[in-house]
Nanobody, 119 residues
Framework: QVQLVESGGGLAQPGGSLRLSCAASGSIFSIHAMGWYRQDPEKARELVARIDNGGSTNYADSVKGRFTISRDNAKNTVYLQMNSLKSEDTAVYIC?????????????WGQGTQVTVSS
């Protein structure tokens, strides 16, 4: 099974920046897409950003122009650069990977990393 390890969460002031990392490890697999979701106590879990194996990206409207998702395929790692942070960005950010192994589709989730934006 694939395991995901997230890092980079913490406290930032409004207008500040953070960079999240998510590294995938485990048996040999082919990644189709990696992304970040977030969960706020008052909201349902939502997709923040996603990047597929062709490099195509998707962003939530609320983060377009402020967040950038990128990847390092050699390290099986995905990053989320978060700039111009707002208090509304406060949430637990959870890494997700979609992959195939021997022709079968799988999905894995990380433990989540807390991001708090407060003055």
């Amino acid at each position: 099974q694939v395991q995901l390890v997230e890092s980079g969460g913490g406290l930032a002031q409004p207008g500040g920046s953070l960079r999240l990392s998510c590294a995938a490890s485990g048996s040999i697999f082919s990644i189709h897409a990696m992304g970040w979701y977030r969960q706020d106590p008052e909201k349902a879990r939502e997709l923040v950003a996603r990047i597929d194996n062709g490099g195509s990206t998707n962003y939530a409207d609320s983060v377009k122009g402020r967040f950038t998702i990128s990847r390092d395929n050699a390290k099986n790692t995905v990053y989320l650069q978060m700039n111009s942070l707002k208090s509304e960005d406060t949430a637990v950010y959870i890494c997700n990977v979609q992959y195939s192994y021997f022709g079968r589709w799988h999905e894995a989730w990380g433990q989540g990393t807390q991001v708090t934006v407060s003055s």
